[in-house]
C-alpha cells in the first residue's frame, strides 16, 4: 500500500479483556516498530522488528504485551488482560533501513474502561 | 539515557511570520534526527531526516539545522500560514539501537 495502515482505528473494550492491533507496513519495508502515545506526550517506544524476529522488545512495559510478524509483514500487538493505564494511542511506523525516514500509520486509539 | 526537550511547548503566532523550533538532546552519540509533523487524531508525518554526519536539511519551506556537538536542532519554516498549524515532534535515534526517542513537542498555531 501507499502508507502504513492501522486497524481498527479505534478500539474500545472492558477491563480484563485481551485486544489485538494490526499493522500493515509500506511494502518493501523490512523494519517495523511500535510505540505508544499517551495524551500530550510523544510516542514511547514499544518493539522494533527485522524482519520476522523482534530485535529490541525493551519498551514492551510487562508480560501482558506481545508482538508477532510471523511473515516479516503485518504485524499484530496483542494485550492480554488490559488495564486502563493501557489507554493510549499505538502507533506503528516502518522503514526501510536504518539511516531512512520512519512513516508512521494514523495509530489505534485504545481505550480501556 | 538519551532525553530529547523541545522548547517551547506551545506557540502562536500570525500568518506570514518566519518561526523557529527548538529540540535538544542529552547523548551527542546519535545517529540520526528526524523532525515530525502531527495533526489532531493523526499519525506522524514525517518531515525532515538529518544524518549524523550532516549539518542541514531543506524542504520547501522548511529547514532543519544539526549541531550534534551541542545535542541541539532547529526546525525553521518560513512564511508560516494557517495549514501549517499541527504538533512539530524531533526525535533521535542513538547509535546502538534503532528505536526513536521522541520530545514532547512543540504545539503550533498559526492564525490568519
Known amino acids: 500500500g501507499a502508507g502504513v495502515s492501522q486497524t481498527p482505528s479505534n478500539k474500545v473494550t472492558e477491563k480484563g479483556k485481551y485486544v489485538e492491533l494490526r499493522c500493515d507496513p509500506i511494502?518493501?519495508?523490512?523494519?517495523l516498530y511500535w510505540y505508544r502515545q499517551s495524551l500530550g506526550q510523544g510516542p514511547e517506544f514499544l518493539i522494533y522488528?527485522?524482519?520476522?524476529?523482534?530485535?529490541?522488545d525493551s519498551g514492551l512495559p510487562n508480560d501482558r504485551f506481545f508482538a508477532v510478524r510471523p511473515e516479516g509483514s503485518v504485524s499484530t500487538l496483542k494485550i492480554q488482560r488490559t488495564e486502563r493505564g493501557d489507554s493510549a494511542v499505538y502507533l506503528c511506523?516502518?522503514?526501510?533501513?536504518?539511516?531512512?525516514?520512519?512513516?508512521f500509520g494514523d495509530g489505534t486509539r485504545l481505550s480501556i474502561l | 539515557k538519551q532525553e530529547v526537550t523541545q522548547i517551547p511547548a506551545a506557540l502562536s503566532v500570525p500568518e506570514g511570520e518566519n518561526l523557529v523550533l527548538n529540540c535538544s538532546f542529552t547523548?551527542?552519540?546519535?545517529?540520526?534526527l528526524q523532525w515530525f509533523r502531527q495533526d489532531p487524531g493523526k499519525g506522524l508525518t514525517s518531515l525532515l531526516l538529518?544524518?549524523?554526519?550532516?549539518r542541514e536539511q531543506t524542504s520547501g519551506r522548511l529547514n532543519a539545522s544539526l549541531d550534534k556537538s551541542s545535542g541541539r536542532s532547529t526546525l525553521y519554516i518560513a512564511a508560516s500560514q494557517p495549514g501549517d498549524s499541527a504538533t512539530y515532534l524531533c526525535?533521535?535515534?542513538?547509535?546502538?539501537?534503532?528505536?526513536?526517542?521522541f520530545g514532547t513537542g512543540t504545539r503550533l498555531q498559526v492564525f490568519p
Open positions: 511506523a516502518s522503514s526501510s533501513g536504518r539511516n531512512q525516514p520512519q512513516h
Open positions: 511494502s518493501g519495508h523490512t523494519a
Open positions: 522488528f527485522q524482519g520476522t524476529g523482534a530485535a529490541d
Open positions: 547523548d551527542s552519540a546519535i545517529y540520526n
Open positions: 538529518i544524518q549524523s554526519s550532516q
Open positions: 526525535a533521535v535515534r542513538t547509535g546502538d539501537t534503532d528505536k526513536l526517542i
